[in-house]
């Protein structure tokens, strides 16, 4: 039992949904409630799939299929990430919405890349290594819908404050965003590391 909740707030902790809400603010800001809780629970059941392929096959998802190492992931999701975090140091929540775009699918545009990332994906790797499918999958499962409730109440939350202490809510956007960016970077650093160490065990 004690691992299984390590590996949920292993995945809880990299979704990050305090950290996930500022760089939705723009969808916080534009959608109803009832529409925003819709669309995340979409983008939820997609990154839960997506999860749970790689919890289930791991490895074997880049060695036979992609016939590329993991090690090679990790390199060019740190990349991704720490540009990311550039931008973020930069521009703010803009980025991100620069990032996703005006699609159509904003639940797959949420998905990916806000929910499905670099780091969630390799944590689904490594909890597909301690656990059997079945319980992997749970844990990602619970994980994926404690981030997703979580940020439904904040919207909630958001939505309750707003009109009272709108600038104050943008100062604090503004400020936590770049905080959080160096966090980003700092993890993209690492994942770059990391998968360096893995490709150089090679030789």
């Not at 004690?2 to 902790?13: A, N, Y």
């Not at 999860?51 to 991704?80: H, P, T, Y």
């Not at 999958?137 to 707003?162: E, N, P, Q, T």
Request: with cysteine; charged share 15%.
């Amino acid at each position: 039992m004690t691992s299984f909740l390590r590996s949920l707030t292993l995945l809880l902790l990299l979704l990050n949904p305090f950290l996930l809400i500022i760089y939705l603010i723009d969808v916080v800001e534009k959608l109803e409630r009832l529409q925003f809780a819709r669309v995340l629970v979409r983008a939820g059941l997609i990154a839960s799939a997506v999860f749970c392929v790689f919890a289930i096959l791991g490895d074997a998802v880049f060695a036979s299929f992609l016939q590329a190492q993991f090690a090679s992931f990790q390199i060019f999701g740190g990349v991704v990430f720490l540009l990311i975090g550039v931008q973020f140091v930069f521009k703010g929540p803009l980025a991100i919405e620069m990032l996703r775009g005006e699609s159509q699918n904003l639940a797959g545009a949420i998905a990916m890349p806000i929910l499905i990332g670099p780091g969630t994906i390799s944590a689904s790797v490594i909890i597909g290594k301690r656990h059997d499918a079945l319980t992997a999958c749970a844990a990602v499962l619970l994980a994926v819908l404690a981030s997703v409730l979580i940020m439904i109440g904040l919207k909630a939350f958001h939505d309750y404050v707003r009109p009272k202490s709108e600038p104050l809510i943008q100062r604090y956007i503004e400020i936590a965003g770049r905080i959080t960016a160096l966090f980003v970077g700092t993890f993209s650093i690492e994942m770059i590391m990391q998968g360096v160490r893995s490709w150089l065990q090679n030789f």
